[in-house]
């Protein structure tokens, strides 16, 4: 089921924290290793937790993503969405949201040889997983990997531009 997107405006204040996560995995249609993004919020912001997710709505409804919907082809539509690869880091652009993370060698492989890169951003928020702790391998599947994760996220494949020095 896909949600409609909505006129709901955006309340800074009730996104919080938010986050990108970098990693390299085998993607299931070919068994190559792709490069994945997460995009999540720790659901620190003002306001309930549903007005939390409805601010994260309100950010993937103005990057034209659907949330529970296809899967986006950033190249091949008019997604305000951007993603940089600079060096270690990764920069992506969701307007009004400007994240950046640090990304493994792996992912960077990845990235550069599919020439794109898996972004899910979700509506659910992880609390849990604070920016720069470790994560293990455990820990990310059973948040990406749940269902209600899954349901409550946009997806989309972007491509993956480095910045030329």
Not at 13 to 35: P, S
Not at 40 to 69: F, H
Not at 156 to 163: D, I, T
Request: aromatic letters at 4%; a negative charge.
């Amino acid at each position: 089921m896909t949600s409609t997107q909505t006129d709901v405006p955006l309340n800074r204040a009730h996104l919080g924290t938010v986050a990108v996560l970098a990693w390299a995995g085998e993607h299931a249609d070919d068994g190559h290793d792709a490069a994945f993004l997460l995009g999540y919020t720790l659901g620190d912001g003002t306001g309930t937790s549903e007005e939390g997710e409805a601010a994260v709505r309100a950010v993937l409804a103005g990057a034209k993503l659907p949330v529970g919907g296809a899967i986006v082809n950033g190249a091949l539509s008019s997604v305000p969405v951007t993603l940089v690869v600079d060096g270690s880091n990764a920069v992506l652009t969701l307007p009004p949201l400007n994240v950046t993370c640090s990304v493994p060698p792996e992912w960077t492989a990845a990235a550069e040889k599919r020439g794109q890169v898996h972004l899910m951003f979700t509506t659910r928020p992880w609390p849990d997983h604070r920016p720069g702790q470790p994560v293990t391998q455990e820990q990310l599947q059973a948040f990406v990997g749940d269902e209600d994760t899954i349901r409550a996220a946009a997806h989309c494949r972007l491509p993956a531009a480095r910045l030329r020095k």
